[in-house]
């Protein structure tokens, strides 16, 4: 099974802590007709990644997952429910899972999730046009 990632568990370390180790490899994927969004509170009073229909697109990363994996996934956060959706990895087009936000509210994006963001975006080489997309969320 694919997890498309396309928050905080881009970051290595991230997904290393909750994950377990139990990923094997990330490929870049583009979930094409989404955008990316900080409107899920976060305990803190700040906005949390989400995606919403109606956009360019998200870039991010599909994981190889196990049942076991999404099952843990799906009880870290009551904030967020699973959805399969289709993204297009290596210019084909497969399903995946992925989590989107419950609860959407106007606030203000949480610094330190999009700084996770930018890190696993870097590491994982996805586009600079979008790198730098979400670096404007930082002056919000």
Do not use: Q
């Amino acid at each position: 099974m694919l997890l498309f990632a396309y928050g905080t568990l881009m970051d290595i370390e991230k997904a290393g802590k909750i994950l377990k180790k139990r990923v094997k490899t990330a490929r870049k994927a583009f979930l094409p007709n989404y955008r990316i969004t900080f409107n899920v509170p976060s305990p803190y009073g700040t906005g949390n990644p989400n995606i919403e229909f109606g956009g360019e697109g998200v870039w991010g990363v599909v994981y190889e997952v196990d049942e076991r994996t999404l099952e843990l996934l799906d009880n870290v956060s009551p904030r967020y429910r699973r959805i399969e959706v289709e993204v297009i990895v290596n210019c084909e087009r497969v399903k995946a899972w992925t989590y989107v936000g419950r609860v959407v509210e106007d606030v203000k994006p949480d610094r330190s999730c999009i700084e996770r963001i930018l890190r696993g975006a870097r590491t994982h080489g996805l586009p600079e046009e979008y790198i730098r997309s979400i670096e404007e969320m930082l002056k919000r």
